[in-house]
RNA sequence: GCUCACGUAGCUCAGUCGGCCAGAGCGUAUCCUUGGUAAGGAUAAGGUCACCGGUUCGAUUCCGGUCGUGAGCUCCA
């Protein structure tokens, strides 16, 4: 609409947000504009959307515009400084290690990296140097300056420093593409931008740590050594940030799995996890409570052998497509497979007899143990395991019940992550290159999974090719204390399993019809849903799942008799206590109570043995007070049906 | 699987630039203490310094390999 002149000198308006409008000369740079405008607003900024488009402050306002100011508290504001600071990142290491080719540096939340090929390798106490570097670098403000360049040029530029790894990525972008570079100093780096005007826009500056990548994310190509880092504008941004991965490492659950004496790894089975007695206490309530749950929604439960045939593998496709993940075994001779997935178990159930259209939708559940070799470097405490109990269920039904039944388990799934107040995100995943079936199928199962999602209007993210060989899957994730996602449940949509076993059911027309099926967990596994449990309450379990719910403390010997009979009396109301009648102080048993996270603590001395009542302590609310015996256990009771 | 780092008592960690009996705190055991809401005191036990080789007069320490663990990549519930 405006159009602009090349008169000079010629009075432009800018409308900006928050701040009304501002007429300048053309061809004044926005950090220009904002130094007359207002002086923290200048020193606040990082960027600006010009017209919808992010730029630089550099950027000169050439025509009537609307203009809205980023800063540190805009999310992209955030990622250009972050971006910024990878790149002075580079130019230090650069300056430090000359012979260093780079890859990649972007921003990411909470920080940024960047990829570097060294000629000899760098380690942990070079970070510091480095960071040092970078305050020198930040010291000089060296001014950025936004280079658009032909493809040839840019070619020429990097081919000279003997950036390969760049020319490779300039030789991939399409034809016509502006390249743009991005200068400061003697450093050059390929950059769409946008970003921060100079080096010294950058205040308070850590590298976190160092760690392997592959060159395009691609394990057959070279392995760089990527840094990972963090920056903010504010000393205390960056303190509390410091404090939050501290505060985080102390809820991790492999930490607390040791000091709550719930589960162990051991060198003799990487990847087998134990669990202690307190650790299957929690498991086996989450299996008592899913149970239930399921029993409500109408699932039947199997349970099928761990150890099977050849045969079944080759005929599930499993043989093919996943023996890498496979362990196997010898019977009299005969090959069998230790099972990775339930599902082929369930098929033979299901071909045990002739089904009706009228036992539809049949929903066989199954706790299943499967075994899968992972990766050793993918290992990760509980999370990341080699044996794991899935909660399983198959879901045999007319294909006109798909909708209704995948609908009915993204209830179920959302009923359970609510119970224990987890919030989640889900996503789509398509055909993998690895995949059975035909195309047309694919296409269906996946239409008919996104219909599901939009129909219920719930937001996901679309994972192309990340889906499982035999169908397209619907995922939930959740978040561990530093924010890293994992799957947990997952909704599958299968045509082949039906096919592969040839299931077939009665239809009302007296002939027999293919089953549509689905696999589906909500927990996913037991053990990684676990372990986020543990992140999750930063192993304060709700009581309903506390491993001890209850502890008894008398004060001297003298109330042992009484202590021995609350104990008593609680446990066989089912309560899961303990005594503790070592001869300590009240004190130093309470405080051990508390940190082993026992919601109730029991103190009984002289008045209590009287009054047959106990002192009742609660680990967050502290002291309640006095209540009689009787009292505390109903409502002990109560509070542990109300899974509160 | 790959890159880098790490592996010392049940746990958390010192330490040894190659050399006498390898240390601390917590925990455990025994004794003293019987103390009212987050650590009472004393004594003791506890280690093939992950494992296997090599270098060396001598290795927990240096080198190589193996196993395990961590961060991340790849892969996945």
Redesign the pocket.
Known sequence: MEESSDRPGEKIVIRIKDWGSKEVTRGTTILEMLGDLHQKLKKEALAARLNGKIVDLNTPLLENASLEILTFDDPEGAEIYRHTASHVMAQAVKRLYGNVRLGIGPPISNGF?YDFDFTT?????DLEKIEEQVKQIIKEDIPLQRIEVSREEALKIFREKGENFKVELISDLPEGETISCYRQGDFIDLCVGPHLPSTGRLNFFKL???????W????NKP????I?GTAFPKQKMLEEYLHFLEEARKR?H??LG??LDLFS???EG??FPFYHPRGIIVRRELEKFWRDEHQKAGYLEVETPLILNRRLWEQSGHWEHYKE?MYFTKIDGQDYAIKPMNCPGSMLIYKTGMRSYRDFPLRMAEMGLVH?H???????????????T?DDAHIFMLPEQIESEVGGVMELVDHFYKVFGFSYHVEL?TR?E?AMGSDEMWEKATSALQSVLDKRGIPYKINE??G??YGP?I???LQDS?G?T?????I?LDFQMPEKFDLSYIGPDGQKHRPAMIHR?VY??M???FALLIEHYGGAFPLWLAPVQAIV???????RGYALEVNDLLRHEKVRVEMDD??????????????QKVPY?L???????EAHS????H??R??L??LSLNAFVEKIKEEINEKK
């Open positions: 990296y390798p760098i380690s942990p106490d976190l740590n160092l760690a392997g990548a592959y395009r994310g691609n394990e392995m760089l050594q990527r990972y991790d492999r930490k040791k000091e790894f051991h060198e990487p990847g993940n899968r992972e990766k050793s470097g993918t290992l990760h405490g509980l999370m990341r395991v080699r044996s794991f899935q995943s993998p690895k090719g990340d499982a060989f899957k995922d939930f994730h530093l890293r994992w799957q947990c449940g997952t599958q967990v996913g596994a053990e990684r849903f403390i008398p004060i001297t010997d003298r109330q070592r001869s300590e102080k009240v004190g130093y048993k309470i405080r051990e109570a508390q940190v603590m103190v009984i001395g002289d008045k209590e043995v106990v002192a009742v302590r680990r967050e502290g002291d007070g006095i």
